[in-house]
């Protein structure tokens, strides 16, 4: 099976383990073998270490940093244009998340 790979200027969408229906996109602006890019719709550039897990066939980075129950960004969910709408509808809870 193939593991799906971040590539650049493709947006991709992260989920919380505590709260599924609060979304945070972020846009691959840059990549190398080991490391992201990625940059989050305030303009914030934040640059992680790739890593991949076997048992999800996708490649992951943690954009909040690690910490207990911290979210993880996978290749693997790439965003559709119809999930557009609903992030706009959840901007006010990621704007509190990015200390704005």
Known sequence: MTISKFQVGKTYIMTFITDSNLKIAYKVTKRTA???????????????????????????????????????????HERKDQQEAQLDQNAECWMWMCGE
């Open 34 to 76: 080991k490391t992201i890019t990625i940059v989050t719709d305030n303009g914030k550039a934040i640059t992680r270490r790739i890593k991949v897990y076997k048992y999800t066939n996708s490649e992951s980075v943690q954009p909040l940093g690690r910490y207990s129950m911290s979210p993880n960004l996978y290749a693997k």
